[in-house]
């Protein structure tokens, strides 16, 4: 059967006008919108770069104390070995032996050495900073006979017998082993020298500044590079 074609026109669907006034906010605020989530966008990307700069400097902070509180043991034993220079150089002002012994300053590395390498210590890093310590010794035993030369009046009159006083120098080369042992990470970590810094730049009392550059001395060859 044919197919009769309609004759009525058809009708197009009519669309509500929207007021010019309210296509404009619209358009503004979709505009505004997309200018907060840019922002938004924006502050949360870098956001995590600053958090994680502000993490960074923390733990680099941290590392910093940690590294303090490992070396303070080896400060301390530092300034009891230097406190023991003076009655080293009162007693070979009297006696009349040299500054230098370079057989006992060996024999004091060695045993030193054999005592890291007995305990698991890197003896290398032990022979540097046993070493570092005779040389502060040293700085300070010349600075006063060079002081008593000049003014003899300043010069001792007495002074103990070296054989009291090397037990004790003794003693304190042993817990500095153990102590650097302790240390050793920090000995061979890329921050190592800011962290001697501190130490060298730590007030010990009664120090005199004779006393303070040597250690300076003492602390020189800590460090692995």
């Known amino acids: ?24 906010a619209v358009v503004l605020g979709l505009t505004l919108t997309g200018i907060v989530a840019s922002g938004q966008g924006a502050i949360a990307a870098d956001l995590p770069s600053s958090i994680k700069q502000s993490s960074d400097a923390h733990v ?26 003076t009655p080293v150089a009162q007693s070979k002002w009297l006696s009349g032996k040299p500054i230098t012994d370079p057989v006992r300053e060996q024999a004091v590395v060695d045993e030193a050495v054999a005592l890291a390498t007995k305990d698991g210590v890197d003896p290398d890093l032990v022979a540097r900073v046993v ?16 002081e008593w030369k ?12 070296l054989a009291t006083i090397r037990p004790q120098l003794d003693s304190i080369d042993t817990a500095l082993v153990t102590a650097i042992g302790d240390a050793s990470a920090v000995a061979n970590d890329a ?24 250690v300076r001395v003492a602390w020189a060859s800590f460090c692995a590079s």
């Open 1 to 24: 059967m044919p197919r009769t074609r309609s004759t009525k026109k058809s009708q197009t669907p009519r669309h509500s006008t929207i007021p010019r006034s309210l296509a404009g």
């Open 60 to 85: 680099s902070s941290q590392h910093r104390v940690d590294d303090a509180d490992t070396l303070d043991p080896i400060g301390s034993l530092v300034a009891q070995r230097l406190a023991l220079a």
């Open 131 to 146: 070493r570092a310590q005779i040389s502060a010794s040293k700085v300070v035993q010349n600075g006063l006979f060079t």
């Open 150 to 161: 000049h003014n003899t009046q300043t010069a001792p009159t007495e002074a103990p017998d």
């Open 191 to 214: 921050r190592c020298s800011h962290a001697v810094d501190s130490e060298r730049d730590r007030t010990y009392p009664g120090m005199d500044s004779l006393e303070r550059k040597a």
